[in-house]
Each structure stands twice: as C-alpha cells, then as structure tokens.
C-alpha cells in the first residue's frame, strides 16, 4: 500500500514514475497505479502471489540475492529488541508475552499514536495472523476494528491497542460490542498524553509544550460499565495474568496498562528526545 505516511507524502521516490523500477502487486485494481505508475501492476493477493514466486526456479545470480535478503532479514530481528523501558510496565516486556501466547490466527488492530509502535514494529506476524490499521493516521480505529473483525470472525483471538487519547475519540463503541455480543480484548496503553504530538513539539520545539498531556477518565470504570471485564495493570509482572483472565472473558475485556510518559518510542525516551532537540537549538544559535 503507497499510503501518504509512508512514502512521505508520495516524495520518497519521484511521481508518477519512479527512478527504480516498480513491480506492484495489490488485491484491488483500483490501488494499481493510483498514484505511482507501475512497470509491473499484478492484481493478486499476497496469498496467493508468494507461494507462486516460491516455487519459482532460482534464476541466474540468485545467490547474490539471496545473501541480500538473509542480511536484511537478520536486521529485521535486530531490530525486534527493544531496551528497558522507563516505569513499572515495559511494553517490550508486554509485546514479547504476547507474541508467546497469541495463537496463530490472531487478529490485531489499532489506532494511531506512538504506542501502535509497539504491534507494527515489534511483534511477528506468523502463520495466519492479521493486523488491521489505519491508512492515513486515523485516531479511534482500532476498536470498531476489532470489533468488525469479531463480528466476521467470532472465533478469533481479536486485540486492540490503543492510545489513551486515541481509545477516547470511539471508547463509545464498547456500548456496540455489548449490543452485537462480541468479546473483543482492548489494551489501552495510558502514558497521560497525546505523543506523538509531544514527540514533534520536543523533537522542534524542545521544551515548550502545549496542551499534550490529558487527564483521562477512569477507563476501567468505563468499561465495567459496559459490562465488560476491565483491570488496571500497573507492573510488567502482572500482565500476563490479567490477559488470560482478560481471554477467559465471555463479554470482553479492557486492559489499562499504566505507561510512563518518558518512554515515547520503543529506543527513545522523552528526556533523550528533549536533549537532542536543545542540541540542535543550541547548534543554530
């Protein structure tokens, strides 16, 4: 998918043509050239495309290329681990619980915001698992998400993580799980503060902040509320008994997990993005 975030705002490779050559492979015809003309446009599924390309023989100086997919592959993993995070609940700690018990149909969902770091970039996506995101950044996605996915797929694992001002702009939803009876898991990752803008004001502006940090209701009231089950995790030791009870709900759960504000990304804390911002400042001074 050539969304606008990630081709940053369709400048990354030259419009309509890009310099390199583009073999674009897409489910819906109306995505093929929409935006960048493709030499290849194919129309297929990767479902169905990549075991096809698989039993494709080697072709000549295969090997170069392959030595170039097994060091990217073996960067990709690197890049899995993530250090410890500031506070008493390390979302890397949660992620990697996850990815252990999280059986191989799973579907996942979120929002927008800097915690949906932590599905995108940080858990493997094996076997049959899907993750439904937003194209475009949209705030609020991941609940109706998940519990369209519920709807269409009873069965499944469904997990939604999100933001606390993102789980704010469609936590009413849960009143539609309630009434369309399907128990979808919401993880609510509260850090008190819209960061991903935080992130840009500190990273440009370091220091001066303005109207990021939220004072939330009590989510778990909420939610109970709704009838769902609903618990407040505050130590990375008690996560993963409260997701098995969250997964033993037959009307659904929402997981608050208390974030500290300082852990902003995954490798970047607040403070060390505040620090490189004043250093650029002083540096142009």
């Not at 001002?165 to 009143?175: I, N």
């Not at 709900?249 to 490189?276: F, H, I, N, Q, W």
Request: net charge neutral; aromatic share 6%.
């Amino acid at each position: 998918m050539f969304s606008e975030i990630l081709t940053e705002a369709y400048t990354l490779f030259g419009l309509p043509k890009m310099r390199a050559r583009l073999i674009h492979a897409y489910p819906a015809e109306a995505e093929l050239n929409r935006v960048y003309t493709a030499d290849l446009p194919i129309l297929a599924h990767p479902d169905a495309l990549m075991p096809l390309l698989a039993a494709r023989p080697p072709r000549p100086g295969a090997a170069a290329g392959e030595a170039r997919v097994a060091a990217a592959h073996a960067a990709w993993e690197a890049s899995l681990a993530t250090p410890p995070q500031p506070g008493g609940l390390d979302m890397g700690a949660v992620v990697r619980h996850l990815q252990a018990v999280l059986p191989a149909d799973a579907i996942l969902t979120n929002g927008a915001g800097n915690f949906s770091i932590w599905s995108n970039k940080h858990l493997r996506f094996t076997g049959g698992m899907r993750l439904l995101g937003p194209q475009s950044g949209a705030m609020g996605y991941g609940l109706p998400a998940a519990i369209a996915a519920k709807i269409a797929r009873p069965d499944a694992c469904v997990v939604c993580l999100a933001g606390d001002g993102d789980f704010q702009m469609t936590m009413q939803e849960l009143g539609c799980a309630l009434q369309a009876g399907v128990a979808p898991i919401v993880l609510v990752v509260n850090n008190g503060s819209y960061g991903t803008i935080r992130m840009h004001q500190e990273r440009t502006y370091p220091g001066r902040v303005g109207f990021t940090d939220i004072v939330n209701p009590d989510f778990v009231a909420v939610a109970a509320a709704y009838g769902l089950h609903a618990e407040r995790v505050e130590r990375t030791a008690g996560f993963a008994a409260a997701f098995e009870r969250a997964r033993a709900s037959r009307t659904g759960a929402v997981l608050e997990l208390m974030v500290d504000t300082e852990s902003l990304t995954p490798k970047r804390t607040l403070s060390a993005l505040r620090a490189e911002g004043e250093a650029r400042a002083m540096a142009g001074a």
